[in-house]
């Protein structure tokens, strides 16, 4: 998929720097992503590029390449591919700046330069933390995401066991993808952390499921990864000032939270998986202090000191 959409995106860069009609052996030999070698192959997979682009709305024109219209190209006219000039407010690219940085890929937000063709934002938005990091695996996500819409199985390596499963939905939770399908058991729903599967392969054929009516894969997706697990302590953490919103926010209605004078809160939160727990409580640095019980606080102190 990565290389298709790689081929797509230079025919059409081609074509609309050229600025004139082009022969399809032009292309062969300028193009990236066309098999140079094979008469036919180059053809079939031409032909498909060209539907494609088509279905997408962009019109690429067939044309005489000179006026004795003996041989003919292709051409896209800018005139007949850009878009007009939105005429943008002020306010209205304000607005576009706060949605592209609340979301981003490994940390970078995405249509940057997009932005910049409609006239860039107004004043800075820099340090603004905004939304959640989607994660580095780009190419992964829309994958599953083809795989989701399609219906189509999921094969991959999860955990050293080869899986194939029927994916039903993608959710993301605290910086990480998820996966919710089905394996041989159709009753039977698991949930896959993405950044954990490899070897991701999409299965040939659409339309080989049906996802179950009344599932929410958001509901399947455990709201706090300690949650998962057999135990029942409950923790009192003190979270500062400058990260009390964040805590509060994040831990929700499922923790007792009183906030104090100085502008900290005091959380008591009940955990079944200690582990999981410390991980995310970590991310706080010295801004929240475990207080008790007495030997989870004397984990999490080993646990730091042995991340530093």
């Known amino acids: 998929m990565q290389k298709v959409i790689e081929r797509i995106l230079n025919l059409l860069a081609y074509l609309l720097t050229v600025e004139r009609p082009v022969t399809a052996d032009e292309i062969r030999n300028t193009v990236a992503g066309y098999d140079r070698d094979n008469d036919s192959a180059f053809h079939r997979t031409f032909e498909r590029d060209k539907d494609l682009l088509r279905r997408l709305g962009i019109p690429i024109e067939r044309e005489a390449t000179d006026v004795f219209e003996v041989e003919f190209g292709y051409v896209v006219h800018d005139d007949d591919y850009a878009l007009q000039d939105p005429d943008l407010t002020d306010e209205e690219r304000t607005a576009l700046s706060l949605a592209v940085q609340a979301v981003g890929f490994g940390g970078r937000p995405a249509g940057q330069e997009a932005l910049m063709k409609l006239g860039g934002v107004v004043g800075s938005l820099e340090g603004t933390q905004l939304g959640a990091d989607l994660g580095e695996r780009a190419?992964?996500?829309?994958?599953?995401?083809?795989?989701?819409s399609e219906r189509r199985l999921l094969t991959f390596d999860y955990r050293g066991t080869t899986r194939t499963v029927r994916p039903y939905g993608l959710v993301h939770r605290r910086g990480h993808w998820?996966?919710?399908?089905?394996?041989?058991?159709?009753?039977?729903?698991?949930?896959?952390?993405?950044?954990?599967?490899?070897?991701?392969?999409?299965?040939?054929?659409?339309?080989?499921?049906?996802?179950?009516?009344?599932?929410?894969?958001?509901?399947?997706?455990?709201?706090?990864?300690?949650d998962a697990g057999d135990g029942a302590d409950i923790a009192t953490v003190v979270f500062d000032q400058e990260v009390a919103w964040i805590a509060e926010r994040e831990l929700g209605s499922r923790a007792a939270i009183s906030h104090r004078s100085d502008g900290s809160i005091k959380a008591e939160i009940e955990i079944a998986a200690p582990p999981a727990f410390l991980g995310w409580l970590v991310g706080f640095?010295?801004?929240?202090?475990?207080?008790?019980?007495?030997?989870?606080?004397?984990?999490?102190?080993s646990y730091v000191e042995g991340v530093r």
Do not use: C, K, Q
């Not at 039977?188 to 009344?214: H, K, M, Q």
């Open 139 to 148: 190419d992964m996500v829309a994958d599953v995401f083809n795989a989701v």
């Open 178 to 226: 998820y996966l919710v399908g089905s394996g041989d058991s159709v009753d039977s729903t698991r949930v896959y952390r993405l950044d954990r599967a490899t070897a991701l392969e999409l299965g040939n054929r659409r339309d080989v499921f049906d996802p179950p009516v009344d599932l929410d894969p958001a509901d399947e997706v455990l709201h706090h990864p300690w």
């Open 285 to 301: 640095e010295e801004h929240a202090e475990l207080t008790a019980p007495p030997e989870l606080r004397t984990r999490f102190i």
